[in-house]
């Protein structure tokens, strides 16, 4: 009986949150699949330090690939 009382009231907040999650994405005032969809500033951030360390990778090998060039046409 206990296990059975149990298991309904889990059936029930599962199926009460369900709703509630779904309300709140889906809802006239949630706008909850924007928010969701919206960059949070911590990986905007993140996403503009790999810029800059994309670019100075690659003005970097450029560098190199300069260096080498010399390397091998003055051998």
Do not use: C, W
């Amino acid at each position: 009986m206990a296990l059975h009382l149990v298991f309904s009231v889990q059936n029930l907040v599962n199926k009460e949150l369900e709703k509630e999650i779904v309300y709140e994405l889906m809802g006239p005032n949630g706008g909850g699949i924007e928010r969701l969809l919206d960059e949070s500033p911590v990986v905007a951030a993140k996403r503009e330090k790999l810029k800059r360390s994309i670019s100075l990778l690659k003005e970097a090998k450029d560098v190199v690939s300069r260096i080498m060039d010399r390397i091998a046409t003055n051998a």
